[in-house]
């Protein structure tokens, strides 16, 4: 079997940046999973003793807590750093930091917010819970969304979650200057997301079979994989090369391979030498 790579894949600055950190603090433990992929977890409790916390309650005093990548609630890390008197380190990326104060910024100045995303992610989470009026933050995945919205101000701000498609954001921010006096837009999907998603659009035109490695739950990593869709219809999602089944790859000469932003290097490379293999 030929197998083909992506021309960029893989890990991001941010999942890199929080990686790093965890590893520098032994004993600690993370505040919600630090990124979507358990077999990285799992290694850093593994090599590192770095546990994981599901909730506020479970945190002790001085206890040394890693704010996951995705962020937390405003709430939720004031509380950690006033009342449980933790040692907080933040891992949460700088692109997600940053629509977090867009919102702060812009509710302050009485504008409505819009948040393209998934309501349920927690990065979308922690993002809203900046806005100073929660009534007046709206989250949308698409823009059938629009019409059950009412906003209190004529005036939009509007950021997207870091891993969203730019096609829908663009379709949303369109339907929202037709019906909206002023619209502030802020481009908040990350480089890294665009160059991923371009390079498997291009692979997955490409092979006869494209494999999508990630954690299943993780939102970028889910994207990848629609994309592929798009032109190759044998394409799998797997999180580790235990998952690989022989029969996707019957008849099939050309193996493509890209992976999400929280899949690390040594997790792809198992899966490589598999598919080389059949």
Not at 179 to 195: G, L, M, S, W
Not at 248 to 277: L, M, R, Y
Request: net charge positive; with cysteine; glycine share 4%.
């Amino acid at each position: 079997m030929q197998v083909k790579l992506a021309s960029s894949y893989g890990f991001c600055f941010g999942v890199k940046r929080a990686i790093k950190i965890a590893e520098s603090y032994e004993n600690s433990a993370t505040m919600g999973p630090l990124i979507h992929n358990q077999n990285e977890i799992d290694r850093l409790k593994n090599n590192f003793n770095v546990g994981l916390y599901n909730n506020l309650e479970e945190v002790k005093k001085d206890d040394t807590v890693i704010i996951r990548t995705h962020g937390i609630p405003k709430d939720d890390l004031k509380n950690l750093k006033k009342n449980k008197a933790a040692k907080v380190i933040n891992a949460t990326c700088p692109f997600v930091t940053t629509p977090q104060q867009i919102v702060k910024k812009m509710s302050k100045e009485n504008y409505s917010i819009l948040i393209f995303g998934d309501s349920t992610h927690p990065e979308v989470k922690g993002v809203k819970s900046y806005g100073e009026d929660q009534e007046d933050v709206h989250v949308v995945m698409s823009v059938k969304d629009l019409n059950n919205i009412k906003f209190k101000h004529d005036k939009i701000a509007t950021v997207a979650q870091t891993t969203k498609k730019k096609e829908v954001y663009l379709e949303i921010v369109n339907a929202l200057i037709l019906k909206n006096k002023e619209v502030r837009v802020f481009n908040t999907i990350c480089d890294a997301t665009f160059e991923n998603q371009d390079a498997a659009r291009d692979l997955s035109k490409e092979v006869d079979v494209m494999i999508v490695i990630g954690g299943k739950n993780s939102s970028n990593t889910k994207q990848l994989q629609a994309i592929c869709l798009e032109n190759c219809p044998d394409s799998y999602l797997i999180e580790n090369s235990k998952e690989l089944n022989s029969n996707w790859f019957k008849n099939k000469k050309i193996c493509g391979i890209t992976a999400g932003a929280s899949t690390p290097d040594w997790i792809i490379q198992e899966v490589v030498n598999q598919v080389e293999k059949i």
